[in-house]
C-alpha cells in the first residue's frame, strides 16, 4: 500500500499521464500538495483517485446523517469501507445498547397499541353482554363464565359486529328485486321505485360507486347493540326476556334500515341514468355570458330535475333527438 503510493507519486512527479485527479473537485497534486488522498474502490484512471475529505462530504451527502448506510462507488459499484477508531469498551457498549433499543421499539409500540385495542375490545364486549342480556343477568353470567373464555369470547363480539356489517346483503337484494321485477311485471305496481324501464343507448356506466368507508362501518357496527336496545324497548315492551327483546329490536331495525338502503340505492340508481348535461347558457343576441346580476334565470342544474313518479314511469326520450341538436351545434 505504502509503496504503490510511493510508487504513484514517483510516476506522478515524472509522469504527466499518472498524475492523481480527485474525481470529487477536480483537483491534482499540484493545487494542494499536504491533501490526503485515497483509492477506496476498484476504478482504474480518472476515477482511482479521490481526497480523503472529498470523499468523506460525498459520503455524508449520502447518508443524511445515517452513519449505519452502506455507500457504494457511484462508477463502479464496490462498498466504501469505512472505518471506525477503537474508542473503548464502553463505547462499544453503548453503541450496541442504542442499536437494541432502536431494533426493539417498534415491536413494543406495536405491542402497546394491539395490547389497547385488544382491552377495548374486552371491555366492548362485556358492556354489549350487559346491554343485550341486561345488567344483572349480564354480571352473573359472566362471573360464572372461564376467565379463559370471556378473555377469548368478548372481544370477538366486536370483531363479529364488524364483519357483520361487512356483509352488503341490500345489494344482494337490490338485485334480487330487480330481476325479479323484469320477469314479474306485476311486481312495479307494488314496487313503484322499480317501475321505469332502463333507458336503451343510455350510458352503462351510470354505477354509483359505494366504496367501504372504514369509519362508517366500525361506528354501525359499534353502535348496533345500542340501536337494537333503544328499538327492542320502544317496540317490542312485552317481550318475555331483554335478550329476545334486543334480538327483535336488532332484527326489525336491521331490516327496516335495509330496506330503506334498498330504496335510496335504487332511487340513485334512477338519478343516474335519467341525468342529463346542460347546454351553457348563452343568449344569442348579445351572446355575453349571464352573469349573477342577470334577471335570466339559470337552468335548473341536473340535482334539481325533479324525480316525479311520471318522469320514471315515461318513456325514454329519444336519444336522436339529442344526437340531432349535437350535430347542429358542430
Ligand atoms: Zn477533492
Ligand atoms: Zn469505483
Same mark, same amino acid.
Given at each position: 500500500m505504502a509503496d504503490e503510493s510511493q510508487q504513484t507519486q514517483v510516476n506522478s512527479s515524472n509522469d504527466e499521464e499518472n498524475k492523481r485527479y480527485c474525481w470529487v473537485c477536480y483537483a491534482s497534486d499540484d493545487d494542494d500538495e499536504t491533501a490526503p488522498w485515497v483509492k477506496p474502490c476498484k476504478c482504474r484512471g480518472t476515477t482511482k483517485w479521490v481526497h480523503q475529505s472529498c470523499l468523506q462530504r460525498w459520503v455524508d451527502e449520502k447518508q443524511k446523517g445515517n452513519?449505519?448506510? =452502506? &455507500?457504494?462507488? *457511484?462508477?463502479c459499484g464496490v462498498e466504501y469501507f469505512i472505518a471506525f477508531p477503537n474508542m473503548g469498551q464502553l463505547m462499544l457498549f453503548l453503541d450496541r445498547v442504542d442499536a437494541f433499543?432502536? =431494533?426493539?421499539? *417498534?415491536?413494543?409500540?406495536? !405491542?402497546? &397499541?394491539? !395490547?389497547?385495542?385488544?382491552?377495548?375490545?374486552?371491555?366492548? !364486549?362485556?358492556?354489549? &353482554?350487559?346491554?343485550?342480556v341486561g345488567y344483572q343477568e349480564g354480571m352473573a353470567l359472566m362471573e360464572q363464565a372461564d376467565p379463559l373464555v370471556l378473555l377469548v369470547g368478548l372481544p370477538t363480539i366486536p370483531i363479529f359486529l364488524i364483519l357483520g356489517k361487512m356483509v352488503r346483503w341490500e345489494d344482494k337484494v337490490l338485485g334480487l328485486i330487480r330481476a325479479s321485477v323484469q320477469r314479474l311485471p306485476f311486481l312495479k305496481y307494488l314496487l313503484p321505485a322499480f317501475r321505469y324501464e332502463e333507458p336503451a343507448g343510455v350510458s352503462t356506466t351510470a354505477v354509483i360507486s359505494d366504496p367501504v368507508n372504514a369509519t362508517r362501518v366500525l361506528c354501525g357496527a359499534l353502535s348496533l347493540p345500542t340501536l337494537a336496545t333503544i328499538v327492542g324497548r320502544l317496540f317490542f315492551p312485552s317481550a318475555h326476556d331483554n335478550l329476545t327483546r334486543t334480538l327483535l329490536g336488532g332484527a326489525s331495525f336491521l331490516v327496516v334500515k335495509g330496506l330503506f338502503k334498498v330504496y335510496y340505492k335504487q332511487q340513485q340508481h334512477v338519478m343516474q341514468s335519467r341525468r342529463k348535461i346542460i347546454d351553457y347558457p348563452q343568449d344569442p343576441s348579445t351572446s355575453q355570458v349571464p352573469t349573477a346580476s342577470t334577471p335570466q334565470a339559470p337552468p335548473p342544474t341536473p340535482q334539481e330535475l325533479p324525480i316525479t313518479p311520471s318522469l320514471l314511469t315515461a318513456p325514454p326520450s329519444s336519444s336522436h333527438e339529442s344526437e340531432q341538436q349535437f350535430l347542429q351545434q358542430q
Open positions: 452513519s449505519t448506510v =452502506k &455507500v457504494n462507488c *457511484p462508477q433499543i432502536y =431494533k426493539v421499539c *417498534p415491536f413494543v409500540a406495536a !405491542g402497546v &397499541v394491539v !395490547g389497547s385495542i385488544y382491552w377495548t375490545a374486552v371491555t366492548y !364486549g362485556a358492556i354489549t &353482554v350487559m346491554q343485550v
